[in-house]
């Protein structure tokens, strides 16, 4: 039998953790992308061109409440290029974006996809897509995602910055 007070302490600790919960959101919220490093098989990166931001980028989003970033990554996808993943990801990283904001942070994922590109962008938020190889990159591939290349090509050795 459980008594009332041990009812009582017992939602007294769920209110302090809801309270707390709150605290911690509040003061250290933080905002999540995810991006996808899609090879062809000649290793060239899939890259796409956004309509609202400069610079060439891997495809990718923001991870929305309630979301995984799993999920968005997958609907990333193939929005913006049309592609399908075909297995489960692999976590390459998690990148402070701090370009961006104090707050932000990125998860990037090596993916297997299948489909092909589309003659013209899926998404009205993307103006160009294409697989480029590293040694001929178009001009202004975004700094975050050329060092992930140079990691991945170079080996160089991965930061905590995006």
């Not at 302090?16 to 992308?33: A, E």
């Not at 995810?34 to 098989?41: F, I, N, P």
């Not at 929305?64 to 970033?69: I, L, Q």
């Not at 040694?135 to 160089?156: C, F, Q, S, Y």
Request: aromatic residues 8%; contains cysteine.
């Amino acid at each position: 039998m459980t008594s009332f007070t041990h009812q009582k302490s017992g939602l007294h600790r769920q209110l302090f953790l809801q309270l707390l919960h709150t605290y911690f959101i509040m003061k250290r919220g933080l905002t999540l992308g995810v991006r996808a490093v899609v090879r062809s098989e000649d290793g060239k990166f899939l890259l796409v061109r956004h309509t609202y931001t400069p610079g060439w980028h891997f495809p990718g989003g923001g991870v929305e409440k309630g979301e995984t970033a799993e999920r968005t990554l997958t609907n990333e996808l193939l929005q913006e290029t049309g592609l399908r993943l075909t297995t489960k990801p692999t976590l390459h990283g998690a990148y402070h974006n701090s370009g961006i904001s104090k707050r932000d942070h990125v998860l990037v994922y090596l993916c297997e996809v299948d489909g092909t590109l589309p003659d013209t962008p899926p998404s009205m938020e993307i103006s160009e897509i294409g697989y480029f190889s590293f040694a001929n990159l178009p001009d202004g591939v975004e700094p975050g995602t050329l060092r992930r290349m140079k990691e991945l090509v170079e080996g160089v050795a991965q930061s905590g910055a995006w």
